[in-house]
């Protein structure tokens, strides 16, 4: 929560109470009151903006390879563990209201093979077998960069992909759609070779890199099929 402590401590100076409060010089009730009420505040602003980026599909690489956007965008944090447990366990809720039959290891293995699919149809540069795994927004995404990398005439590499670790953190419905976010960490071998000799460009052949991205999947409520809408690098 280092955006929610820096945005708290620039409110808590613009109202006078950087340097002194209350009785004796300490911090009173009444400043208590107005430090929770603003903690509060940065809170539901946060958790504002994470939801409203799901639906602005952005990629980022897990290195600094062409293979996803170099905008150096940053990484909207989730709020206290707490607060996004409770958060997730109502946003399954909802989700089993209108989907009885939903299961959280079958959407876990569901969107595992989403994640691969997709970094094979990306290594490839052909979206073609990936049209039923995407949003419209995402497609559109993929395909701008992959016409970017053959435009350069690049091909990046995604090899031996090892998952670590696959976590649903956040689930939520907006506008008659399903949301939910997964963490997923792996590794993996990703360079960008020269299309025409072969030449590395940037990456490894050989040496493996860690990484954790946010990966978001939507449907229409209700037992629809889950297509990706938003992917998001662990900073």
């Keep these: 929560m280092l955006l929610g402590g820096f945005l708290g401590s620039m409110l808590f100076r613009g109202l006078g109470f950087g340097g002194t409060g209350g009785i004796g010089g300490g ?41 996803y956007r170099e905008d150096n965008s940053p990484l909207t944090p989730f709020p206290p563990q707490g607060a996004q447990d409770s958060d997730y366990n109502r946003g399954l809720d909802h ?13 876990r293995e569901g969107a595992t093979d989403i994640f691969f699919k997709t970094q094979a149809v990306w290594a490839n540069r052909d979206l073609s077998p990936a049209g039923n795994l995407l949003t419209p927004e995402m497609h559109s995404t993929f395909k701008e960069m992959i016409d ?23 689930a939520w419905q907006e506008s008659g759609n399903d949301f939910i976010t997964v963490r997923f960490h792996a590794n993996l071998l990703d360079y960008t070779v020269d299309e025409a000799t072969g030449q590395v460009i940037s990456g490894s052949k050989f040496d493996p890199v860690k990484f954790e991205e946010y990966w978001t999947f939507t449907r229409p409520v209700g037992n629809n099929p889950w297509k990706l809408s938003a992917i998001q690098q662990v900073e």
């Excluded at 690049?154 to 649903?168: D, F, K, T, Y």
Aim: hydrophobic share 40%.
């Design 95 to 107: 989700i089993r209201q209108m989907d009885p039959s939903f299961d959280e290891d079958r959407f």
């Design 148 to 170: 970017e990398l053959k435009g350069q005439k690049r091909i990046n590499h995604l090899e031996n992909i090892a998952m670590r670790n696959v976590e649903l953190i956040e």
């Design 27 to 67: 911090i009173g009730f009444f400043e208590i009151l107005i430090f929770a009420l603003l903690g509060y505040l940065i809170y539901r602003f946060i958790k504002s903006r994470r939801e409203t980026a799901a639906y602005s599909p952005q990629t980022y690489s897990a290195t600094e390879t062409p293979s």
